[in-house]
């Protein structure tokens, strides 16, 4: 199928044969110099367009290897299928580094906590050293990630220089995903951050030293984004063919945000369990982390009371018995505390959902209700016209109208014709509410159904109608010879 972003030249007659005897080289798009002008449109259209043309019209003239590779929709699709698997490859190396850096991060500052060793000892610096080694590995990943990137969109868009496919907008991500990636603590030591934090029992405030290297190794959890772009490029959406041609058919990108959107309509629970427990766990070790560097006394530096109050504040309890006492842990905190209303929010969505009734469970439903207040109508009618008829037989014996049975008998009355009345109207409130886009489409059919057959018969009738004229005409003309 063809990729409707991609502008080619075609003519009617024939397409381009899915073979290529000179292939595009994609790595003479890295080679590209720096000091080529765009001085004809030639730069964004291929080539070989007056040659297509030529083609087209009939002529068989020459095209060059340049010009034909780019031509050729079948080369095209397949060097787009060689850069999604290669693009697939780096994305999986680079998340493979950064839960390696991370664990490896999480291993050294679990030794340190444990008293193994110091800070600045040679098994903590080797540690650190490997972390510093895989980022270096992860920034020239991420570097080659976006080089990917930009040959994918030249071979889609047929751009022949690397400078219209790149935008502010990818430079900008790039330098914030290097920025993101190059946080991780340094092999050597480089202080520590000063902040002012206040006291529980009174209003003075205290100095309290942050290591910046816990500061660097807890930001390095921000590295997890890549788990987003691994879920993208591993999912069936971009790996179909027909997928992705029926999204570019309806200008629908293939994202997180869509990956992300259809596993929360296809698998809801899973995904939010998932997020749940990893924002759980990545809350309650950062604040440990937190706490244990700024403050290793404090109520919240062992990981079971850190547990405990990450989990109040993702529920947004606010019990009180716990609070961090650095700057760090107050922001994770917070953090915690948003992602909880966040997440609390699409579970309520989720289950809202999940409860609400199926399209043949709300007929019957609604057929069984209406079924009930018809006989509640019904019944509420026969028991008006019992006490009309008891009123009358009672005052026919004489009775006044003070009388307590005839009172008794005029409340039921009332009572009735409050139920009778009340019914009726909560069915016609009932049958309105069952009028939904199904049903109106239904009616739309029915409506449509109806006119054309009218159509058809006034068709017949008027065809009738010019036949009998014709015949009349036929006598009448008759008539006249004989008259003559």
Known sequence: MEDMTSPLVKCEEEYPRYTDDH????????????DD??????????????????????GRSAMGAGGKSFANLGFRLRERKLLIEKKRWIVDLEVGLALIGILIMVVDTELYFQSYYTIDSLPSQWLKLMVSISTVVLLFVVCMYYMVDMQLRMVELGLRSWRLAVSKGFVLKLLIEILICCVHPLPIHIGTLELKAPEKATRASHIVEDPLAAVLSILMFMRLYLIARFMVVHSNVLIDSAVQSLGTLSRVNINAQFVFRALMSTCPGGVLGIIMVSVFLIGSWTMRACETHSAPGSDTHTISQAMWLTAVTFLTLGYGDLTPSSRCGRFIAIWTGLMGVGITALCVAVLARK??????????????????????????????????????????????????????????????????????????????????????ANSVNEIYNLVKSIKDEQRVIQTRLSSLEVHIMGVNKQLQINKS
């Open 23 to 34: 292939p595009m080289d994609i790595r003479a798009i890295n080679t590209t110099t720096l």
């Open 37 to 58: 002008e765009l001085d004809s449109p030639s730069d964004i259209i291929p080539t070989n367009s007056d040659n297509s043309l030529a083609h087209c019209a009939g």
């Open 355 to 440: 409860l609400e009734q199926t399209r043949p469970e709300k007929y019957v439903h609604t057929f069984l209700r209406r079924m009930r207040l018809d006989q509640r109508h019904k019944n509420a009618a026969s028991d008006v016209l019992k006490q009309a008829l008891m009123i009358w037989r009672l005052k026919r014996a004489g009775l006044p109208e003070s009388n307590a049975q005839i009172m008794h008998h005029r409340r039921k009355l009332i009572d009735a014709t409050a139920i009778m009345r009340s019914a009726k109207e909560v069915s016609s409130m009932v049958r309105e509410n069952t009028v939904g886009i199904i049903e109106v």
